[in-house]
C-alpha cells in the first residue's frame, strides 16, 4: 500500500470515529435535563446586567491593572536579568525561578492572608489589592524572560551600530533594543494578557466583596442562589467574547511577524 493511500484511509478512520462519537453524544444526552439545568434562559436574564456591568467590567480592569503592573516589574527584572552587575543577576534569576514555579493561587493566597499577618501589613486596595499584587508579581515573571528573550533576539549589529555614533549603551538599550524587542515579543506579551485575563478567577481566594467580584466568583455565586449552572456558561461566553479577539489579534501580529522576517 502506498504511503499516500495508507495515509487518507488513516485519515478517514479519524473521520468516522469523529462523527461516531458525535453520534453518540447526541443520542445518549439528556438534552431537556441540560437545557434546563445549563441554558436555562430564564435564569440567564436573571444574572443581567450585573454579570456585565459588574463582573465582567471587573474582571477588564482587574487584567489591564495586572498586566500594567506585571510589564513594568518584568522590565526591570529582565534588565536586572541582563545586568552586568552579578548581584543584580543574581536576584532576578532567583525571583523569576520563585515565582514561575509557585501556583498563581498559592502566591495570592500569601499576598491576601500570610504577608499581612506576618508582617501587620495592610494591602492597598483591601482584598482586591492584594489579590492583584499576586498577579503582579507572578506576572512579571513570566513576563521577564518573554522580554529577555526579546532584548536577546535584537541583532547584536543594532547595538555596535549605535556605538559607533557615540550612543551611550543606556540610551541604546531605550531608544534602539527595547524598541525592537517589544516588535519581537509582541504576540507573546498578547498571550500573556489572555492567560491573566482567565487568571482574573483566581482573586476569589482573596474574598471579595459584591462590587467587586469578577465573572467567575458571580458565576458561582449565582449558581448556588439561582441552584442552576447557566451562570457559568454565560460567564464562560463572556470570557470568550474577551479572549477571541486577543487571541485572533496574535495569530495576526504573528503572521506580520513571519511576513517581516
Known amino acids: 500500500m502506498k504511503p499516500s493511500t495508507r495515509r487518507r484511509l488513516f485519515q478517514g478512520v479519524l473521520y468516522a470515529v469523529f462523527v461516531i462519537v458525535i453520534l453518540v453524544v447526541v443520542f445518549l444526552a439528556d438534552w431537556d435535563a441540560i437545557r434546563t ?17 459588574i463582573a465582567a467590567k471587573n474582571t477588564v480592569i482587574y487584567t489591564v491593572i495586572a498586566f500594567i503592573g506585571g510589564l513594568i516589574l518584568g522590565l526591570i527584572l529582565a534588565l536586572m536579568k541582563l545586568s552586568p552587575v552579578l548581584p543584580y543577576r543574581w536576584l532576578a534569576t532567583g525571583y523569576i525561578e520563585l515565582f514561575r514555579g509557585l501556583p498563581a493561587l498559592l502566591v495570592i493566597f500569601g499576598f491576601a492572608y500570610a504577608i499581612p499577618i ?4 495592610r ?6 489589592g492584594a489579590g492583584l499584587i499576586g498577579l503582579i508579581v507572578v506576572s512579571a515573571a513570566y513576563i521577564a524572560e518573554t522580554i529577555r528573550a526579546g532584548i536577546e533576539a535584537v541583532p547584536k549589529g543594532q547595538v ?10 543606556t540610551w541604546t538599550m531605550v531608544s534602539v533594543v527595547l524598541p525592537q524587542a517589544f516588535r519581537i515579543i509582541t504576540p507573546p ?27 467567575t466568583t458571580f458565576a458561582r455565586d449565582s449558581l448556588t442562589s439561582l441552584a442552576n449552572a ?7 461566553l463572556l470570557y470568550l467574547v474577551i479572549t477571541l479577539p486577543l487571541t485572533q489579534l496574535v495569530a495576526k501580529l504573528e503572521r506580520h511577524n513571519k511576513r517581516g522576517r
Not at 494591602?123 to 482586591?128: C, L, N, R, T
Not at 500573556?192 to 482573586?203: F, M, R
Open 123 to 128: 494591602p492597598p486596595g483591601g482584598s482586591v
Open 230 to 236: 447557566t451562570p457559568l456558561v454565560v460567564a464562560s
Open 118 to 121: 506576618a508582617f501587620q501589613w
Open 189 to 215: 506579551l498578547t498571550n500573556e494578557l489572555v492567560i491573566l485575563i482567565k487568571d482574573t478567577s483566581l482573586l476569589f481566594i482573596a474574598g471579595l466583596a459584591l462590587g467587586e467580584r469578577e465573572l
Open 160 to 169: 555596535e551600530a549605535a556605538r559607533s555614533l557615540g550612543i551611550n549603551p
Open 37 to 53: 439545568n445549563f441554558f436555562n434562559l430564564e435564569v440567564a436574564a436573571a444574572t443581567f446586567p450585573e454579570i456585565v456591568v
